[in-house]
C-alpha cells in the first residue's frame, strides 16, 4: 500500500477527513486532518466544530501502528488540525465553505481576460466564495469581491459617496495552483460571510 492509502484508510476508520500530507526534510511526516462535513438541512442551525488536541493524539497512535505495521520510512509524525488558511483541495471542500472568504492562486496570470478590469498579470484574488448555475446546469463556481478600501475603525463614511463596483471571477478547478480560506482572525468567530477585500 502506498502512504496516501494508509493515511486515508487510517484517518478515514477513525471518523476524520484527510486534508493533506505533507514530507519535510529531516524525515518529518505532518498529517492534516478535518471532521467530516455534514452538509447543513434547512432550518436546522449550522453548529461548527472543530478538531481538538484528543482528536490529533488519537489519530497519531493509530497512525504511528499503522506505519510501523508497513514500514514506513519516518522520523517525525505530526498530526494536526488544518488551522484558518485551511486548502481547498476537493468540490466538496468549496460546497463546504460557500459564502467564507477564501484567497485563491491562478496557475496562470489573468490576461487579456481581465479586459482592463484588473492587472492582465494578476494571480492572486481574494473573495467570497459564491456557487453558481453554470448553462449547461452543472455546477460552477466565483469569487466575488469589492476594491473598496477598508474602512478603519472609527472611521465616517459619506453616504453620497458610491461604493466601487462588485466584480467576480469564475474559476474552474484545473484553473487553480492553490486555494485555501483566507486567514481572516475574527475574535466573535469565523463569520465570513461579508464581501472581501482584494489581497
Given at each position: 500500500?502506498?502512504l ?5 484508510q487510517t484517518?478515514a476508520?477513525l471518523?476524520?477527513d484527510l486534508v493533506?500530507i ?9 498529517i492534516?486532518?478535518d471532521?467530516?462535513w ?11 466544530q472543530f478538531?481538538n488536541v484528543?482528536d ?9 501502528f499503522?506505519l510501523e505495521?508497513?514500514?514506513v ?16 483541495r476537493?468540490?466538496?471542500d468549496?460546497?463546504r ?8 492562486t491562478?496557475?496562470a496570470p ?5 479586459n482592463?478590469q484588473?492587472?492582465?498579470n494578476?494571480?492572486?484574488?481574494r473573495g467570497?466564495?459564491e456557487r453558481v448555475?453554470?448553462?449547461?446546469g ?8 469589492s ?5 478603519k475603525?472609527g472611521?465616517k463614511?459619506s453616504?453620497?459617496?458610491v461604493p466601487?463596483?462588485l466584480q ?5 478547478f484545473?484553473?487553480?495552483?492553490d486555494a485555501?480560506?483566507?486567514?481572516i482572525?475574527n ?13
Amino acid at each position: 500500500m502506498s502512504l496516501q492509502e494508509i493515511v486515508e484508510q487510517t484517518v478515514a476508520g477513525l471518523g476524520y477527513d484527510l486534508v493533506e500530507i505533507e514530507r519535510s526534510a529531516g524525515g518529518l511526516l505532518r498529517i492534516t486532518i478535518d471532521l467530516p462535513w455534514v452538509a447543513p438541512v434547512e432550518g436546522q442551525p449550522v453548529s461548527e466544530q472543530f478538531v481538538n488536541v484528543e482528536d490529533c493524539e488519537k489519530v497519531t497512535r493509530q497512525l504511528q501502528f499503522a506505519l510501523e505495521v508497513d514500514g514506513v520510512e519516518y522520523k517525525r509524525l505530526e498530526v494536526s488540525s488544518p488551522g484558518i488558511d485551511r486548502p481547498l483541495r476537493h468540490t466538496q471542500d468549496f460546497e463546504r465553505f460557500v459564502g467564507h472568504v477564501i484567497d485563491i492562486t491562478l496557475k496562470a496570470p489573468m490576461g487579456a481576460a481581465a479586459n482592463g478590469q484588473v492587472s492582465a498579470n494578476r494571480k492572486k484574488f481574494r473573495g467570497t466564495l459564491e456557487r453558481v448555475a453554470a448553462a449547461d446546469g452543472s455546477t460552477g463556481w466565483q469569487i466575488v469581491w469589492s476594491d473598496a478600501p477598508e474602512v478603519k475603525p472609527g472611521q465616517k463614511v459619506s453616504k453620497k459617496r458610491v461604493p466601487p463596483p462588485l466584480q467576480a471571477l469564475g474559476f474552474a478547478f484545473d484553473e487553480l495552483r492553490d486555494a485555501r480560506l483566507a486567514p481572516i482572525v475574527n475574535f466573535k468567530g469565523r463569520g465570513g460571510q461579508g464581501r472581501a477585500d482584494e489581497a
